[in-house]
């Protein structure tokens, strides 16, 4: 499921990147009683903004694989909207603020597109596994 547009920018140095969607009538989450998307998606937007960041790292960085995450938790969750409103395009930006090997922190904002003030703001914490590790606890084939 890709949710995200595109990406707009990306810093691998700094760890961080930027994204967008346009929400519509023919999104996977569209709610008709909302007029929109349920604001809840947003950690799915934010989840899918960290991945394109660990992938573009990964292959600009180490030449590799993306590693395989997991969300452990979203913290710090505020928001100004009830829904991401039909017609609108939204701005998601995401800064890796901590790393422990496997274990990831972002803090995360998504704002509409033509404004820097951000709407929805979370802290997103994560784990990074490769295939192998994944192996070896039973969780990949």
Known sequence: ????NRVTACDTEKAALSSEVDISES?????????GVPVWVGFEYMAQSISALSGISAKKLDGC?????????????KTEL???QSGQSYRIQIKQIFRDNQVVSFDCSISKKED???LVEA??????FDEG?????????
């Open 133 to 141: 590790e994944l192996q070896k606890l039973g969780m990949f084939p």
């Open 1 to 4: 499921m890709f949710l995200l």
């Open 27 to 35: 999104d996977l989450f569209f709610d008709p009683a909302l007029g």
């Open 116 to 118: 820097q003030t951000p």
């Open 123 to 128: 802290v997103v914490n994560g784990i990074e």
């Open 82 to 84: 009830g829904c991401y």
């Open 65 to 77: 694989e993306p590693k395989i995450g997991f969300v452990m938790g979203v913290r710090d969750f």
